[in-house]
């Protein structure tokens, strides 16, 4: 059985990249848009500055004096309107960054398949040169025992 050499590996598998750096490569600049709204608006600041805006405006539409209310209650419309806006705004580019984050996550596995073929091709090499280095010592082994025998 032939072992292959470590040289032989490395040209079955060539350098894998860092998917990390290829994927921010080949993103556009709209899609690194989409990915920062996605990451920053699924925060829990992002939550705060959503809530906080709301009490705010509920409340100064709510409490303040009448000729200063620009959303008297019960109404709220223009809230209702602006939150729309957002929340139809919002979906379509948190959708895109997940798309790009499903793609990054490909990459990755797709790098973690071809790290592990070649780990487990090494480590079969590894195996193989053990058995035959063991052979090797069996045989030496046979040979010295054998030579005592015949010097006693």
């Known amino acids: 059985m032939r072992i292959e050499t470590l040289?032989?590996?490395?040209?079955?598998?060539?350098?894998?990249?860092?998917?990390n750096t290829v994927?921010?490569?080949?993103?556009?600049k709209l899609?690194?848009?989409?990915?920062?709204?996605?990451d920053h608006v699924g925060t829990m600041g992002f939550f705060f500055?959503?809530?906080?805006?709301?009490?705010?405006?509920?409340?100064?539409?709510?409490?303040?004096?009448?000729?200063?209310?620009?959303?008297?209650?019960?109404?709220f419309v223009l809230w209702l309107f602006i939150s729309n806006l957002i929340q139809i705004h919002l979906m379509p580019l948190i959708m895109v960054g997940q798309n790009i984050?499903?793609?990054?996550?490909?990459?990755?596995?797709?790098?973690?398949?071809?790290t592990n073929r070649k780990a487990e091709k090494e480590i079969e090499t590894i195996i193989l040169h053990l058995e035959q280095q063991?052979?090797?010592?069996?045989?030496?082994?046979?040979?010295?025992?054998?030579?005592?025998?015949k010097g006693k």
């Open 23 to 28: 994927h921010k490569k080949g993103m556009t």
């Open 31 to 38: 899609e690194r848009l989409g990915l920062f709204v996605t």
């Open 7 to 19: 040289e032989e590996i490395k040209e079955q598998f060539p350098h894998l990249h860092n998917t």
């Open 134 to 149: 063991q052979t090797l010592l069996q045989d030496m082994l046979k040979r010295v025992e054998g030579l005592e025998k």
């Open 49 to 75: 500055i959503i809530f906080s805006w709301t009490i705010l405006w509920l409340g100064w539409n709510v409490l303040a004096p009448q000729k200063l209310r620009f959303d008297p209650f019960p109404a």
């Open 101 to 114: 984050q499903s793609k990054h996550a490909e990459l990755r596995s797709e790098h973690d398949y071809q």
